[in-house]
């Protein structure tokens, strides 16, 4: 039974949630929010429709439910003594998305967003793997917005919460709906239990698939075999295109790989910049991890970031580091293939991608990085 005192404190903290002024600016704050979150999508490369923003502000009833709630680890005390400032899914966003290195490319974009200040990311999947073996599939990421975001005022005496941004792929939020329904409806019993698990091991392994399916297109599988890319001393380079068995080269692993082969430079800031340079080594044929490991071993990696580190006064980070080695492994071919992966609308990039890629590998022919 709840504590009375905890009852009175939760209607206290509804009435002033209710305030009629503090409603509106939640509504002006969560379209802000899903502007912003539309081009986070967007310069992470994820196409318009495949993606779904939503948002809701939470109901007074579930507010004050949450507002009587109970510290965890002291049944004693309130968990939130002062609810209007503390729960953080007042407002609470939804991005679906059609594919696992999609839902990775938005969690990455809003890492670097220096709009939004992540305050914690919750992956609910590995939260039930001590009690399930497959289950509710989604990431939770708590954010505090910047005032980069502009974002509208609050009314007088009331901060701005923290936001909760959910990330799923379309197969995890019909899962996630639909158990969602059934525990409502009390059919949520041992037998519809089981069969939410083997659903969900299920899309699991659709999720995998179709993102398996989407890198072999983005890397040309379906396309005649290209010959192989020629390396810097005259033969063949170990990562040349082919389906090199190993680890796929998902936004994930595309990170970790980046870390791992330039850990002097620091990582891109730039929303969605490590699915834009994924997209490029797909494109040029590295499909896997393995093929891309190989293919910085078949450059002086180091000779390369010499050559541009001087007399130069920007940052090289990660990002920069591979698709200078990339250039140095395509050449021509590869300034071709980068000029065409720009956006058809952008006509000034189209023009100064291929022309700034001809100057860098020529400065790598200068130092003698890159043959003739």
């Known amino acids: 039974m709840t504590d009375p005192s905890f009852l009175d404190h939760a209607r206290r903290a509804r009435r002033h949630y209710e305030l009629p002024s503090y409603q509106a600016f939640l509504r002006r704050l969560g379209g802000t929010m899903e502007a912003h979150l539309r081009e986070l999508i967007s310069a992470a490369g994820i196409p318009e429709n495949q993606s779904e923003v939503e948002w809701r502000i939470k109901t007074p009833e579930s507010f004050e439910q949450k507002a009587a709630a109970a510290d965890p680890d002291d049944p004693e005390r309130l968990h939130y003594r002062y609810p209007v400032d503390d729960v953080s899914d007042q407002l609470a966003l939804r991005v679906i998305a059609f594919l696992p290195a999609q839902v990775e490319a938005v969690e990455q974009a809003l890492a670097d967003d220096d709009a939004l200040l992540v305050r914690e990311v919750r992956n609910k999947g590995v939260d039930h793997t001590d009690s399930r073996a497959f289950g509710y599939q989604s990431v939770h990421v708590l954010v505090s917005p910047a005032p980069q975001l502009g974002a509208p005022d609050p009314p007088k005496d009331y901060r701005v919460p923290r936001v909760e941004i959910q990330l799923r792929t379309q197969l995890q939020h019909v899962w996630a709906e639909l158990e969602h329904a059934s525990r409502y409806k009390g059919?949520?019993?041992s037998r519809v239990s089981r069969k939410f698990d083997r659903a969900a091991?299920?899309?699991?392994?659709?999720?995998?698939?179709?993102?398996?399916?989407?890198?072999?297109?983005?890397?040309?599988?379906?396309?005649?075999?290209?010959?192989?890319?020629?390396?810097?001393?005259?033969?063949?380079?170990?990562?040349?295109?082919?389906?090199?068995?190993?680890?796929?080269?998902?936004?994930?692993?595309?990170?970790?790989?980046?870390?791992?082969?330039?850990?002097?430079?620091?990582?891109?800031?730039?929303?969605?910049?490590?699915?834009?340079?994924?997209?490029?080594?797909?494109?040029?044929?590295?499909?896997?991890?393995?093929?891309?490991?190989?293919?910085?071993?078949?450059?002086?990696?180091?000779?390369?970031?010499?050559?541009?580190?001087?007399?130069?006064?920007?940052?090289?980070?990660?990002?920069?580091?591979?698709?200078?080695?990339?250039?140095?492994?395509?050449?021509?071919?590869?300034?071709?293939?980068?000029?065409?992966?720009?956006?058809?609308?952008?006509?000034?990039?189209?023009?100064?991608?291929?022309?700034?890629l001809g100057w860098r590998l020529n400065r790598l022919r200068e130092a003698g990085v890159v043959r003739p």
């Open 187 to 189: 059919a949520a019993g």
């Open 201 to 356: 091991a299920l899309i699991e392994m659709v999720d995998e698939l179709l993102q398996e399916i989407d890198d072999a297109a983005a890397a040309g599988e379906r396309r005649e075999p290209a010959p192989p890319v020629p390396a810097v001393d005259g033969g063949a380079a170990d990562g040349a295109p082919g389906r090199s068995a190993g680890s796929r080269l998902t936004a994930r692993a595309m990170r970790s790989f980046l870390a791992e082969a330039f850990p002097a430079a620091p990582p891109s800031r730039g929303a969605g910049s490590e699915e834009w340079i994924r997209r490029h080594a797909l494109e040029s044929g590295f499909d896997t991890v393995e093929a891309l490991r190989d293919a910085v071993r078949s450059v002086d990696a180091e000779a390369i970031d010499r050559t541009f580190r001087e007399g130069v006064t920007w940052e090289r980070n990660q990002v920069r580091c591979l698709d200078d080695v990339l250039l140095a492994v395509g050449g021509a071919e590869y300034i071709s293939l980068a000029e065409g992966l720009v956006d058809e609308d952008d006509a000034a990039q189209r023009q100064k991608r291929p022309r700034v």
